[in-house]
Nanobody, 123 residues
Framework: VQLVESGGGRVQAGGSLRLSCAAS????????LGWFRQAPGKEREFVAA????????YYADSVKGRFAISRDNAKNTVYLQMNSLKPEDTAVYYC?????????????????WGQGTHVTVSS
C-alpha cells in the first residue's frame, strides 16, 4: 500500500489541524494504521494508532485528549484531528500501515510509510 499525507502547515498555539493520509490499493480495510512524528534532532515517536475497524484506538500520553485518530475505509483514508496544539507538537508527521489485525505502537512493526507532512506550531 502507498500512503500520501496532507494537511500539515503552520498554526498558532491553541489552534487545530486535521491531517489526512490517503492510501492506494483495495485492501485498505485490512491494515492497522498509525501516526508517528519526528521533531528536529529527535527520534520518531508514536502518536496514535487504530485497528482495522477503527473500533480500538491508542494514543501517546502527550496527545491524549487533544488528538483523535479515525479512518474512513470507503475513502481509503486515515485522519488525525489535532486540537489545542502546542509548540512541542511541531514535527514531521508520518502515517504508517501494517497488514495485520493487531495494533502497533512501535514504528518497527509498520511496513508501509508515507513521506511525511510538516506541522509547525508557533507560540
Amino acid at each position: 500500500v502507498q500512503l500520501v499525507e496532507s494537511g500539515g502547515g503552520r498554526v498558532q498555539a491553541g489552534g487545530s489541524l486535521r491531517l489526512s493520509c490517503a492510501a492506494s490499493g483495495r485492501t485498505f480495510s485490512s491494515y492497522a494504521l498509525g501516526w508517528f512524528r519526528q521533531a528536529p534532532g529527535k527520534e520518531r515517536e508514536f502518536v496514535a494508532a487504530l485497528d482495522r475497524s477503527g473500533g480500538s484506538t491508542y494514543y501517546a500520553d502527550s496527545v491524549k485528549g487533544r488528538f483523535a485518530i479515525s479512518r474512513d475505509n470507503a475513502k481509503n483514508t486515515v485522519y488525525l484531528q489535532m486540537n489545542s496544539l502546542k509548540p512541542e507538537d511541531t514535527a514531521v508527521y508520518y502515517c504508517a500501515a501494517d497488514y495485520t489485525s493487531m495494533v502497533h505502537t512501535t514504528s518497527r512493526n509498520y511496513a508501509n510509510w508515507g513521506q511525511g507532512t510538516h506541522v509547525t506550531v508557533s507560540s
